[in-house]
């Protein structure tokens, strides 16, 4: 499993203990048998301090040492940072030299200094490489040149922002592909989503008009009744129906995140949203491997495996929560426009080809009523004279539960 270990202490300086902890502490780093020494010296110390700028030519780090003794002594907050890899992927991304570890460090130091609550000026740190066989890894102390910086808490999350961003930067290649693969996953289920097809018919004028001329003649004529024989889809059309009429009842911004404040409602949206995503095995096939990626990534963050298996656990649900919130969005824009109609729905019935094309169920319902009304008009004029009007009423009543619109082509 690619991993970096990243661990960071802090020391109560108030303790006696902290002081013996930092005594010796700078000794090991520079002079321990794994430490990759700098050219001319037979120390691996390097870092920025301000009282010795040029610590990589020192020849003795005793002056730093007797320093960092001193910060102890005066209690001054000193922290512990340590940066390890797998020798598999040191090698692989050339972590194997002084200068690597040592760029990676210092492109981190503002965002370091922030979550430290230091300086950037008043930021200071010596640390030294250490090739130990089967975890290369950088050791560092840091601390602050001012004085009165004495509060050495750092929040836990603080310290997993940090992380994550030593994370990033060491395996930017490989989490590259699993990003693009994340979103692209993403992108598929929110185009895949019949929401989505219907959206894109909501940008067109033309459609807009020809379903609220739908609406209107579905009002006062009532045809067009035994349309849909797509379950699922009949489902949804009469949820659709239900959540907007239970949008009427609230206030303020009809987004996901603000509806939360209305139980009832995000419930119908999410139950909605789930209908959405058992009614299509792309969108089931892409929210997998959108998990999927999400897992990946996570696990790049901890190299035990206990935890990774419960941040695993924890990305898929938050993938789950993210997919559905991105899907009550698009049913919620949708529902926007129609709440900003005047004309109101009576009872809505779709006519639907396929479930991959359900942007166009009103609009090809529009035109199969207008459809069946120009077949009416061809009846009356072909048989008006033939039948009487009584038999004509006769026929009607007989036909009325006919399966098929054009029940006159049977006579």
């Not at 002081?19 to 010796?24: C, E, I, L, V």
């Not at 981190?108 to 000026?121: D, G, H, Q, T």
Request: charged share 35%; net charge positive.
């Amino acid at each position: 499993m690619n991993n970096l270990i990243f661990i960071f202490e802090a020391f109560n300086p108030n303790k006696r203990t902290t002081f013996f902890k930092h005594k010796s502490y700078t000794n090991y780093l520079a002079y321990s048998e794994y430490a990759i020494k700098n050219k001319n010296t037979e120390h691996g110390l390097f870092g920025k301090i301000e009282k010795f700028p040029n610590i990589q030519d020192m020849k003795s780090i005793e002056p730093i040492n007797q320093y960092i003794i001193k910060l102890a002594d005066n209690k001054v907050p000193v922290y512990r940072c340590i940066l390890s890899l797998d020798e598999y992927d040191a090698i692989r991304l050339g972590y194997d030299s002084q200068d690597k570890w040592k760029e990676l460090f210092e492109s981190k130091i503002v965002s370091f200094a922030k979550k430290l609550n230091i300086k950037y000026e008043d930021f200071q740190y010596c640390g030294a490489v250490h090739l130990e066989d089967g975890h290369p890894h950088l050791q560092v102390m840091i601390w602050s040149k001012q004085k009165e910086k004495k509060n050495y808490f750092v929040k836990y999350k603080q310290v997993n922002k940090m992380r994550d961003e030593f994370t990033n930067a060491v395996f930017k290649d490989d989490l590259l592909e699993l990003y693009k693969e994340k979103d692209l996953a993403k992108k598929n289920v929110k185009e895949n989503s019949l929401i989505t097809k219907l959206q894109k018919g909501i940008s067109d004028k033309k459609l807009l008009k020809d379903i609220l001329q739908y609406e209107k003649d579905y009002s006062n004529k009532k045809i067009m009744k035994r349309t849909i024989k797509d379950k699922d889809i009949r489902n949804i059309a009469s949820d659709l129906i239900k959540i907007k009429q239970l949008l009427k009842q609230t206030q303020g911004s009809i987004k996901y995140q603000y509806l939360k404040k209305y139980p009832d409602v995000i419930k119908e949206i999410d139950n909605l949203s789930r209908k959405i995503i058992d009614s299509s095995l792309d969108i089931q096939e892409q929210m997998d491997k959108y998990i999927l990626a999400r897992q990946k990534i996570v696990a790049f963050k901890y190299s035990d495996e206990l935890k990774i298996e419960e941040a695993q656990k924890q990305e898929k649900e938050k993938a789950e929560e993210d997919i559905l919130k991105m899907i009550g969005n698009q049913i919620l824009n949708f529902e926007r426009v129609l709440l900003n109609q005047k004309e109101n729905y009576q009872q809505v019935r779709y006519y639907n080809e396929t479930e991959n094309f359900m942007w166009r169920i009103f609009n090809c319902i529009y035109f199969s009523s207008r459809q069946e009304e120009k077949y009416l008009k061809k009846f009356e004029i072909k048989y008006k004279k033939q039948l009487s009007r009584q038999a004509k009423k006769d026929k009607a009543i007989n036909k009325l539960n006919a399966s098929s619109f054009h029940w006159e082509d049977e006579i």
